[in-house]
Antibody, heavy 123, light 111 residues
Framework: QVQLRESGPGLVKPSQTLSLTCTVS??????????WSWIRQPAGKGLEWIGR???????NYNPSLKSRVTISVDTSKNQFSLKLSSVTAADTAVYYC???????????????WGQGTLVTVSS | QSVLTQPPSVSGAPGQRVTISCTGS?????????VHWYQKLPGTAPKLLIY???NRPSGVPDRFSGSKSGTSASLAISGLQAEDEADYSC???????????FGGGTKLTVL
């Protein structure tokens, strides 16, 4: 079955750009009409949707983060990536990648997920 | 503060039934958008538990059930087992925010 794994630096300095990659295994990122998504969870808080990308390259971002977020896909490597610029301590969180299912906003859910990676923003 | 409101914690003894609520508003659950539930066991990836309010993915025991009414949804777990001890989160779409939103998560403790 499809599995996802996040990778990237665990420590980022304030004002710099956070960069993470999600590697998809067990299936092609280009098949099936799925949306590939990023979600994060600060310690002690709820999950927050960051954004998603379709295999065509079309993206949707959380309006609260849109000015700082870029999600891209590399189908040749079966990977998709997240860049979050101008980070602050408030961006410290566990970052998850996930596959989004369904083109309907209502029916859209995340399955499966990666295990998550902790990113700390600190000097 | 999460858009969807869940109790921070619930608990129950083995074999008992517990419910976890997820309260939204007229721009998400109350607008008719579906609710999905996730289970996060310690050290593992979050897992889809219930989708479309009431549906269980293949492999999820029928001890888990979902419901929705008005601006709220609920996850019920019957016949509690020690392995059910986990964090549970609800998710829906919010038309005002133009994106997908989650609850703050509920930690289930099996006594």
């Amino acid at each position: 079955q499809v599995q996802l794994r996040e990778s990237g630096p665990g420590l980022v300095k304030p004002s710099q750009t956070l960069s993470l990659t999600c590697t998809v295994s067990g299936g092609s990122i280009s098949s099936g009409g799925y949306y590939w998504s990023w979600i994060r969870q600060p310690a002690g808080k709820g999950l927050e949707w960051i954004g998603r990308i379709y295999t065509s390259g079309s993206t949707n971002y959380n309006p609260s983060l849109k000015s700082r977020v870029t999600i891209s896909v590399d189908t040749s490597k079966n990977q998709f990536s997240l860049k979050l610029s101008s980070v602050t301590a408030a961006d410290t969180a566990v970052y998850y990648c996930a596959r989004g299912t369904s083109s309907s906003n209502s029916w859209f859910r995340f399955d499966p997920w990666g295990q998550g990676t902790l990113v700390t923003v600190s000097s | 503060q999460s858009v969807l409101t869940q109790p921070p914690s619930v608990s129950g003894a083995p074999g008992q039934r517990v419910t976890i609520s997820c309260t939204g508003s007229s721009s998400n659950i109350g607008a008719g958008y579906d609710v999905h539930w996730y289970q996060k066991l310690p050290g593992t990836a979050p897992k889809l538990l219930i989708y479309g309010n009431i549906n269980r993915p293949s492999g999820v025991p029928d001890r888990f059930s979902g419901s929705k009414s008005g601006t709220s949804a609920s996850l019920a777990i019957s016949g509690l087992q020690a392995e059910d001890e986990a964090d549970y989160s609800c998710q829906s779409y919010d038309s005002s925010l133009s994106g997908w939103v989650f609850g703050g998560g509920t930690k289930l403790t099996v006594l």
